[in-house]
């Protein structure tokens, strides 16, 4: 199994401008998570998902939208790109039983908003 | 809202001695609390949890404490090796939340010098 998958691994975008990240895990999770995690700091959860058609909001999920058309896939959308995004964006999934919670991380991506 | 937290940002420890690292939390109905490692430019990787009833658990090398009176959480290694350098994450998990989120905490660098 690849596990999490994220692309692209590095990004640098000018403000105003928009992208989608990629996220994709081969486990059968049905829960899928995008975090943010600004330098020297913790993860903030921005969206996450129970299931495919199925998405909420977490702690910062302005500047965001996500969608989930399938298990495997869970793609964060920006529309207009702003210097408070600069961040590196992790995305997670896991089981949905509660006895098997436990989140597996992509690599990530670096984006920079100049 | 409530939140997980840490005492020190930075550990520097000497190779073959024992590290701790602490987590104050302040969320009590928590089901289970994790830490995560974190390696540079890399995502978090589970390390070991512990449920809320317990308050003791050992993995290889590494035990988690929990002291729910004064609401603390400690990871300690032993015989820190340099493969240890990385940041440290604790995160509580919460059951009746939607979607198993966490909670994570701001994060301890340890440091393991030769």
């Known amino acids: 199994n690849a596990g999490v998958t994220q692309t692209p691994k590095f990004r640098i975008l000018k403000i105003g401008q928009s992208m989608t990240l990629q996220c994709a895990q081969d486990m059968n999770h049905n829960y899928m998570y995008w975090y943010r995690q600004d330098p020297g700091m913790g993860l903030k959860l921005i969206y996450y998902s129970v299931g495919a058609g199925i998405t909420d909001k977490g702690e910062v999920p302005n500047g965001y939208n996500v969608s989930r058309s399938t298990t495997e896939d869970f793609p964060l959308r920006l529309e207009l790109a702003a210097p408070s995004q600069t961040s590196v964006y992790f995305c997670a999934s896991s089981y949905s039983l509660a006895q098997e919670y436990e989140q597996y991380f992509g690599p990530g991506t670096r984006l920079t908003v100049t | 809202g409530e939140s997980v937290g840490l005492h020190l940002p930075t550990l520097s420890v000497q190779e073959g001695d024992n590290s701790i690292i602490n987590c104050a939390y302040s969320?009590?109905?928590?089901?289970?609390f994790i830490w995560y490692k974190q390696e540079s430019g890399k995502g978090p990787q589970f390390i070991i949890d512990i449920r809320s009833n317990m308050d003791k658990r050992q993995g290889q090398r590494v035990t988690v404490l929990l002291n729910k009176t004064v609401k603390h959480l400690s990871l300690q290694i032993a015989a820190t090796q340099p493969g240890d350098s990385a940041v440290y994450f604790c995160a509580e998990l919460n059951l009746r939340n939607a979607g198993n989120m966490l909670t994570f905490g701001g994060g301890t660098r340890l440091m393991v010098k030769p």
């Open positions: 969320n009590s109905a928590s089901d289970y």
